[in-house]
């Protein structure tokens, strides 16, 4: 039997599965948690503790028909710069509760395009995040930078600030490929940026490739991955194209014939996965490559990788408090969502009140359902000692978890005394074995196709 054949006895082909960025999925969030729970939550930190924070900022200037992030189009500055005036304000309601003597070990801009921001709003916001929680000397912060949407004075601003890490979206640099998703970014411009990064003395890039776009084939998708290595990032995310248009309207613009078969998929992802790794990356988790002396690469061998809502981490901090719109926070008790509207989220700012409309508290089996869920994602195991190490008590139900998932691929699993490991060839799977964990799947949510 082909490894093709043996995935698509498991349904790797039609299925779907989410991506378990956290668990329980942010479609089982309810609005039974609110501002009380979040400002509980802060204020039950750990003083002297490290935490990290991850401010969302929700627009660009053009919108890419790929791209399913909540994010709004402009023109100008100036829905921009109430924005801006609103995470101030948010940034100021913290402050009021926040323990004394915390740290930020991760600080993460994304979005949409937080470098629309000009260079004096980026200074402003960035030294009023910092005022409110000191990055540790160690600390990392990174930010997502549109090479369309960068300057020198931009540059200098976050470089100021300490930014130490730049993330670059690529998704594919074949014109017509980028003419079908709506992105038009050519090679020389996104080289350009990432030279223009390292001048500023950031050495550590990430960058975002795509696979299963339309018009994308194997010739094309060597020839970008190639373009990509001669960059020369620390890190890269290879992550599948989810095609869900009836979730992000914008994805009906993408001629859905000219999208590659699941099949032509896993093969693309092959393709790049055995080019970047013949380039010298390591392969961390289901989608994500980084040079060995990365943190990511160092934090997969030593098992400190984790799983968080940017995707992987080499970031350990059990807290994570989102910032702007849509934002959502982590806490040992739950997860605590931001309005998504940026209306109603500035509308709960203005009246001194923090945002959150939506989250989960944690109950009954959610730890140790999804410390499963996240070592499998990272490691492609479960290691039985350290996941009752990591909740420091022997579940009751951990032995039946395991074996549940071993009955469902039981021809590509293996299962003994340490517990559940998926050989290499059961890998693509990976979300699908992570599924059959989720005590919440079918409850709700159409996800995108498992591979
Ligand atoms: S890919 Fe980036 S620039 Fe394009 S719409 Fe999405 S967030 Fe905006």
Redesign the pocket.
């Known amino acids: 039997m082909t490894h093709f054949s043996q995935l698509a006895q498991f349904g790797l082909f039609d299925a779907r599965a989410p991506r378990y960025t956290s668990y329980p999925t942010a479609p089982h969030f309810s609005t039974a948690v609110g501002e009380r729970d979040f400002e509980g939550w802060v204020r039950a930190i750990k003083p002297g503790s490290q935490i990290s924070l991850y401010m969302h900022v929700p627009f660009?200037r053009?919108?890419?028909w790929?791209?399913a992030?909540r994010?709004q189009g402009i023109s100008s500055d100036a829905p921009l710069r109430a924005y801006a005036k609103t995470l101030l304000a948010e940034i100021d309601l913290l402050r009021g509760i926040l323990p004394k003597g915390v740290t930020l070990s991760h600080l993460h801009w994304g979005?949409?395009?937080p470098t629309l921001m000009p260079a004096a709003m980026i200074a402003e916001v960035g030294q009023a995040i910092f005022s409110l929680v000191p990055l540790a000397k160690s600390g990392a912060f990174s930010v997502e930078v549109?090479p369309n949407e960068i300057d020198a004075a931009r540059l200098r601003a976050l470089t100021d600030l300490g930014m130490n890490r730049a993330s670059i979206?690529v998704q594919d640099f074949d014109p017509e490929v980028q003419a079908a998703i709506g992105?038009n970014q050519p090679f020389y411009l996104t080289r350009q940026v990432a030279d223009m990064i390292r001048d500023a003395g950031i050495s550590a890039l990430n960058v975002d490739i795509l696979f299963g776009l339309p018009h994308q084939t194997m010739a094309r998708m060597a020839g970008s991955v190639m373009q990509l290595i001669s960059l020369a990032p620390s890190r890269v995310a290879l992550y599948g194209y989810a095609h869900v248009p009836w979730i992000s309207r914008r994805q009906q613009m993408i001629p859905a014939a000219a999208l590659p078969t699941p099949q032509e998929r896993l093969r693309l992802f092959e393709l790049a996965s055995d080019l970047l790794a013949g380039a010298g990356y390591v392969a961390v988790g289901i989608d994500h490559f980084a040079l060995p002396d990365d943190g990511m690469a160092r934090a997969a061998k030593t098992g400190q990788l984790r799983r968080n809502f940017q995707g992987y981490t080499d970031d350990t901090a059990e807290v994570l408090i989102g910032l702007g719109a849509s934002s959502i926070s982590r806490f040992s008790g739950g997860y605590a969502q931001n309005a998504s509207r940026t209306a109603d989220y500035a509308a709960a700012i203005q009246n001194n009140r923090f945002s959150v409309h939506r989250g989960h508290i944690f109950w009954q089996d959610d730890y140790l359902r999804g410390a499963m869920i996240e070592q499998l994602m990272c490691e492609f195991r479960i290691d039985r000692a350290r996941i009752i190490q990591r909740l420091g008590y022997t579940p009751a139900a951990l032995d039946g978890l395991l074996q549940t998932s071993f009955d469902a691929f039981k021809s590509v699993l293996v299962l003994d005394a340490e517990g559940l490991k998926l050989p290499p060839v059961a890998r693509p799977l990976t979300r699908l074995i992570a599924q059959s964990l989720d005590a919440y799947v079918g409850t709700k949510a159409q996800h995108s196709a498992a591979i």
Do not use: N
Request: charged share 20%; net charge positive; glycine share 22%.
């Open positions: 660009c053009r919108l890419c790929f791209c992030c994010t979005g949409g395009t549109d979206g992105r």
